[in-house]
Structure formats: structure tokens, C-alpha cells
């Protein structure tokens, strides 16, 4: 059986441990790029064998919280540059995820104050950091959305793959779609949500098919060897609700991604969230139906990861909030070393305390 530590062939790019750096949202782009704490940052977890970076913004109104990074601008491009010249000089590998919220948005972010976009005109029961009337950073209700026009849809796969091109661009390895916690394309997915009478609307195949096609768009412009995608199966974050066909919809695209041989898929359990979690056996379904590499995360540790891959459930373990602390996770999981605990009081602020001044292990004796 292969252990987590050993290396793993991702269509040709060769990953030195099977531990996958999950994305998680920092909100430290103050001006909407990466700056050189965020380069220390990706650099000291650059020992995980694939890096997936935070939510990156591919237009701005793709934009649903304060602070988090595009790569839609030359300037985002030339500073997201920086990171993966750090990571790949430590020998790691870098994904970038690519993130359009849809609904969970606020005007504040939006071009002239105008509504989100989303599936339909029906909005988040959530609330998001956004600006409020003074420009003060707050908690506040996502605002209405409007329902994309049939002919639009095309602009906003455009969007993604001119994000692509751009990451590729930037020097990274390849790209995940963000499918998961409620953002656009699960907008689509979702049959409750999606009441639509247009071919993007009612039937499973016109659900997914915004999906699938922006799959196809990227795929074609930057290759399938470089093009992931995460999901969320059966996740209720960011107010999405349970429909009728939702198993047979996961399983019929997760069977539409392996004909298409897409490089990975990346699969989040939400109860890692607090969320309802993936119902029992259905990741052996998933499985069957995608038989191509799959990344799972779910509150991960060196046992369950590797039970994970003993029982063939998944190929690569992704792990998120463990490397907040622990620069240096992998090596301590193989070593069998104390895990740091993570500061949540600094998760989202703007310092660089909590962010890239938690120590190695052996730096910390």
C-alpha cells in the first residue's frame, strides 16, 4: 500500500508526498494581490506535495469577501509570480484555486454597486464581509442577485479561462475550479436552487453543463493534465438545500469529469465545517464513477489519511487548517512530532501575526 509520504504522479507532475495543502481563505490581500508576506507564507508549506492556494478572485465580480486576491490584473499576475518562483525553489508544486462566489457577494464588492450574479434572482440566507456604508469592514447580508441571461454564461466561462491562462502565466502548475460551498457553479448544480427553463436549468445535464463546459474552456486553453476541480457533494454552506436527484447529480458528474479526464477531483466533507456530512458509502459510489486521481478533505490527520488510502477511497489527502501552524506539517506527521495549535484570533486579520510567524518544530525546541 503507498504511504502518505511517498511520491505520487498528478498526470505527469510529480508530487513528492501525497499530502495536499487544502485552500483555505487568509483575507490578507490588502490590495487584491499577493504581497511578500504572502510569498513567506507559501513558501515556509512548500514541504506538502501539492499546495493549493486560497480562493483566487478570477474577475471582480467573481469578488465576495474583503481582502481575498484576483489574478484577472497584470499586477496580481506579477506578484502571484513571486509565490510560485518561492515554492517551486523549495521544490514543492502549486495549484491555483479559481473562485467566483456567484450570490454569497455584496454590492460593496461588485462593479458600480451592481447585484451579484447567481443561477436565479434568489438570495444567500448568509452574510459575508463585506464594506458597509461608511467603508468599514462588517458582517453583512449577502445582497440580491440577479439570474444570469442564457448568453452571459459564456462570459463568465470566459472569465475562468482567462484566470487559467493567467495562472499559467503566473508559473503555476495547474488550476482547481472552486465547484464547492455554494459559489457558483454548485449555484448551477444545485436543483433546489436552480429552477431555471433554459438548457443551464432542470434536468441533471443542464445543470452541470456550465460546469462541464467551463471544464471544456479551460481544459482546452491550458490542458487536462492541469485541470482540477473541488466539490462538494451533499454540502449545505452558503444556504445550499437538499433536492431530489442529488446523489444520481454528483455521481453524473463525477462520471462526465472521467470521460474527460480531468487531472484531479477534490472532494470536501463539510462536517469538517459543521456542516451536514457526505452521506455513508457514497464516496466508494463516487469512486467508481470517477476512477481518476481524487483528493478528499474532511479533518484529515496521519491516521485517517492513510487509512484513506489503504482502503483505495482516495489518492492524495488534503489537509487545511493544520498547516496554519505548522509550517512544517508534513515533516511533522512523518516524524511523528506535536502538532501546533492554531491562533483563531488572527485567522482573518491583517498582521502578520498568525500568518507566517508560527515556527518549525525544531526551530521551536
Keep these: 500500500m503507498p504511504s502518505l509520504f511517498d511520491p505520487f504522479n498528478l498526470s505527469g507532475l510529480i508530487l513528492r508526498n501525497r499530502i495536499v495543502m487544502a485552500p483555505m481563505t487568509r483575507s490578507r490581500a490588502v490590495t487584491l494581490a499577493p504581497d511578500d508576506d504572502t510569498v513567506l507564507y507559501y513558501r515556509q508549506r512548500a514541504g506538502a506535495g501539492l499546495i493549493i492556494t486560497e480562493g483566487t478572485n478570477v474577475s471582480q465580480e467573481g469578488r465576495g469577501q474583503v ?164 466539490l462538494a457533494p451533499f454540502g449545505r454552506f452558503g444556504d445550499m438545500r437538499d433536492y431530489e436527484d442529488e446523489e444520481e447529480t454528483w455521481l453524473t458528474l463525477g462520471q462526465a469529469l472521467a470521460d474527460r479526464r480531468t487531472a484531479y477531483v477534490h472532494i470536501s466533507d463539510q462536517a469538517s465545517l459543521g456542516e451536514q456530512a457526505i452521506p455513508a458509502g457514497f464516496l466508494e459510489k463516487f469512486r467508481r464513477a470517477f476512477p481518476g486521481t481524487l483528493v478528499v478533505a474532511g479533518n484529515y490527520n496521519k491516521e485517517r489519511g492513510q487509512a484513506a488510502l489503504d482502503a483505495g477511497r482516495a489518492d492524495l489527502i488534503a489537509i487545511g487548517r493544520p498547516f496554519i501552524a505548522n509550517p512544517d506539517l508534513v515533516r511533522r506527521m512523518a516524524n511523528d512530532w506535536p502538532l501546533a495549535e492554531i491562533d483563531r484570533a488572527t485567522l482573518y486579520t491583517r498582521s502578520r501575526e498568525g500568518y507566517v510567524d508560527y515556527p518549525n518544530y525544531e526551530d521551536g525546541l
Design 67 to 230: 481582502f481575498t486576491p484576483g489574478i484577472y490584473t497584470s499586477a496580481q499576475v506579477d506578484a502571484w509570480r513571486r509565490v510560485t518562483q518561492a515554492v517551486h525553489e523549495e521544490g514543492g508544486a502549486i495549484f491555483c484555486q479559481l473562485w467566483h462566489v456567484g450570490r454569497n457577494s455584496h454590492v460593496s464588492h461588485q462593479p458600480d454597486r451592481a447585484p451579484p450574479v447567481s443561477s436565479a434572482a434568489r438570495r444567500s440566507n448568509t452574510e459575508t464581509w463585506a464594506f458597509d456604508e461608511a467603508g468599514g469592514e462588517a458582517r453583512i447580508p449577502t445582497s440580491v442577485p440577479r439570474a444570469l441571461e442564457t448568453d452571459e454564461i459564456a462570459r463568465v466561462t470566459a472569465d475562468f479561462v482567462r484566470a487559467a491562462q493567467n495562472a499559467i502565466e503566473a508559473g503555476f502548475d495547474g488550476v482547481e475550479l472552486h465547484g464547492a460551498n455554494g459559489y457558483l457553479f454548485e449555484q448551477f448544480i444545485n436543483g433546489e436552487l436552480n429552477q431555471r427553463s433554459d438548457r443551464y436549468g432542470g434536468s441533471i445535464e443542464n445543470r452541470i453543463r456550465f460546469t462541464l463546459e467551463t471544464i471544456d474552456a479551460v481544459s482546452a486553453a491550458i490542458g487536462e493534465a492541469r485541470t482540477g476541480i473541488r
